[in-house]
C-alpha cells in the first residue's frame, strides 16, 4: 500500500503539473496580460530590470494569425519568444536580432501563426505556434541604447 500511495501521489503531481498548472496560468493571462497589444512589464510582476525592457502579448491563434510590426530597438540583445502555459519556450517559435528579416524600411513584420506553411512564403519571419496554439509572447530588449517603440499587432485571416 505504500507503493500505491507513491504511485498515486506522482500521478496528482504529474496530471497537476502537465494538466491544471497549464490551464490555470493560461487562465491568468487572459485576464492580466491583453490580447490586443503588447503591454510593458515595469517589474512590478517581479519580471525584469532597469537593463532589460520587456513587453508583453496573450495570443491565441487557433482561428487567425497574428502580424507584429516594429521597429528593431537599438540594444545589445533583442528577441521574439512564444511561451507555453507553464512558460516554456515553444519549439519553432523564437526569432533575434540576428535571425529577423528586416524590410525595405527597417522595420520587422512577424507573423504569429499555427499553420506556418500557409504564411512562410509571405513573410520570412514566422513564429510557428502550431504546437501550442494558445501562450504568451514575450519581447525582451538587453541594454537598450534609447526608448523602444512598442510592436503594434494586427489580425490577420489564416
Known amino acids: 500500500s505504500l507503493t500505491l500511495a507513491v504511485f498515486v501521489t506522482l500521478a496528482l503531481f504529474w496530471l497537476g503539473y502537465h494538466l491544471v498548472l497549464p490551464w490555470v496560468i493560461t487562465l491568468a493571462y487572459r485576464f492580466i496580460i491583453p490580447s490586443r497589444e503588447f503591454s510593458r512589464a515595469d517589474g512590478s510582476e517581479g519580471a525584469g530590470s532597469v537593463d532589460i525592457h520587456y513587453f508583453t502579448l496573450y495570443f491565441d491563434v487557433r482561428r487567425q494569425n497574428l502580424l507584429i510590426n516594429g ?17 516554456r519556450l515553444v519549439d519553432g517559435a523564437y526569432l533575434n536580432q540576428k535571425t529577423v528579416q528586416l524590410d525595405e524600411t527597417g522595420r520587422f513584420n512577424i507573423t504569429v501563426t499555427a ?13 510557428d505556434c502550431s504546437s501550442t496554439p494558445v501562450g504568451l509572447i514575450i519581447f525582451r530588449a538587453v541594454l537598450p541604447d ?13
Open 71 to 87: 521597429l528593431p530597438p537599438l540594444a545589445r540583445h533583442w528577441q521574439f519568444g512564444a511561451f507555453d502555459g507553464v512558460l
Open 115 to 127: 499553420h506556418p506553411d500557409r504564411v512562410q512564403s509571405i513573410c520570412p519571419n514566422v513564429l
Open 146 to 158: 534609447d526608448k523602444i517603440e512598442k510592436p503594434s499587432v494586427s489580425k490577420m485571416p489564416i
